[in-house]
Nanobody
Framework: QLQACGGGLVQAGGSLTLSCVASGRTLSRYVTAWFRQAPGKEREFVAAVRWSAGTTLYTDSVKGRFTISRDNTKNTVYLRMNSLKPEDTAGYYC???????????????????WGQGTEVTVSS
């Protein structure tokens, strides 16, 4: 089970940190990712981290502003979001899955486990 939290209302230019805690399973050997979905839009990939190697991947629109990281001891993955923009407004979902090849990292159907989502609203 994945539990996401940390969303909220923030002004443009502000920051938030999302957390995703895994219970009942360890995230080692998993790819863990954040996706987001705005009203009326498809779910889109935001960032991912390969747990064992620690390598990261970002969608272009958040590069340089968002940072994904993980804490092995807490079985938790974080998404630090800086310089937030109104277009970042969405529900943010964490996801995890084993044995996801690099080319499939951005595809939602690659992930077996999903958190319930946390809302991020950025006001202009």
């Amino acid at each position: 089970q994945l539990q996401a939290c940390g969303g909220g209302l923030v002004q443009a230019g502000g920051s938030l940190t999302l957390s995703c805690v895994a219970s009942g399973r360890t995230l080692s050997r998993y790819v863990t990712a954040w996706f987001r979905q705005a009203p009326g839009k498809e779910r889109e990939f935001v960032a991912a981290v390969r747990w064992s190697a620690g390598t990261t991947l970002y969608t272009d629109s958040v590069k340089g502003r968002f940072t994904i990281s993980r804490d092995n001891t807490k079985n938790t993955v974080y998404l630090r979001m800086n310089s937030l923009k109104p277009e970042d407004t969405a529900g943010y979902y964490c996801a995890a899955g084993p044995r996801i090849i690099l080319s499939m990292t951005r595809v939602p159907s690659s992930y077996h486990y999903w958190g319930q989502g946390t809302e991020v609203t950025v006001s202009s």
